[in-house]
């Protein structure tokens, strides 16, 4: 992955170029958000021999930095567009951004959001906005509720505040860059999410112009490369299907502006698979105590992969967001132990005679291997009869140990890959 997914990019440009206010959103957002602090992490920074920094917008009033670009564009659009209201789609940061920023001003909103997201989001999204707005629940992904969003602003007058593709909108997320560079100068990297660009434009477009040395990595999930893909293309291009397990970075298609901004500005493209971005997140909650949401630990994930490259440098990190349901954690835990090896899927044939799954137990399992799930899936009078079975081991080299001894004592078994359709049908 690290590997075909880099794309080096090194130069400089001016602000005026980028078009973006960075003083103005400064100003307008002094009493609006919350500055985040920029925390020295001791145990990356240990773990990678460097200095590491996290820029904590999990800790923003609205648990992101989405409400910077919502606040900033509302705040510039005249009173007699505001006051016939104004429409949203997000997958639920934005929404949450939005929702605050309707509140604020005293604007009556819509916030359209994809029908899987999180119940958490959608609690928090009403929460913040005390009334002043209503959810509609849309499609599968952000991209349709999107278009449901853009119609339904079409056909009552209202004004659509995007959640990335809009310069008002970058130019509030970049007030987030401006925060780090008054607490730390020379930094060598800086990590970023990378969804559908706001955040890596706004804050890259504000590094390069103040910071040009520091080397910008934009980090995207696997399963949603669609900044990596508009930069090899050299244009947005629209994703067939996408991953969307990361709810806050999965977006088919990059904007326009955005990608304007992003393709001059990031000096790297890294992608990240969703089962190591699960590792990730509860490593950091195990270790720090930090509850942050899938598209908020992407930058964190991605050390792992330069750790040559950052070796004795100043790094930061921004943890864009902590808007995470409890009720995603068995499914993140799930993804995370599939990731490290240390959770398998087996169809297993057993002998239908009386001993035949002690056998299995004392035969073929090490000392530390555990069934975590048995469930026969017909159980009849034939001589074998077909049973899941899930298997969790301690370390990823006893997989082969395992494998070993199933042949070793002729175990009729099929090993069930995660990406086969009959582990989606069975599990």
Known sequence: TSGESKIIRKFMQDSSDFQLDFAGAYTRLQNVVKKTPLTYNHNLSRRYGCDVYLKREDLQIVRSYKLRGAYNMMSLLPPNQLVKGVVCASAGNHAQGFAYSCKKLNVQGVVFMPIITPNQKVSQTKMFGEGFVEVKLVGDTFDDCAVAAKKYTEEHGRTFIPPFDNIRIIEGQSTVGIEILEEQQDIDFLFLPVGGGGLSAGVGAYFKTKAPQTKIIGVEPEGAPSMLTAIKAGKPVQLDHIDSFVDGAAVKRVGDATFDICKRVIDDMHLVPEGKICSTILKLYNEEAIVVEPAGVLAVAALDDYADQIKGKKIVCIVSGS??????????????????????????????RPGALKEFVNQVLGPTDDITRFEYMQKNNKETAPALVVIELQAQENYQLLIDNMQRYHINYTAINKNDNVFAYLV
């Open 323 to 352: 808007n995470n349901d409890i009720e995603r954690m068995q499914e993140i835990k799930e993804r995370s132990l599939q990731y490290e090896g240390l959770k398998h899927y087996f169809l297993i044939r057993f002998a239908q």
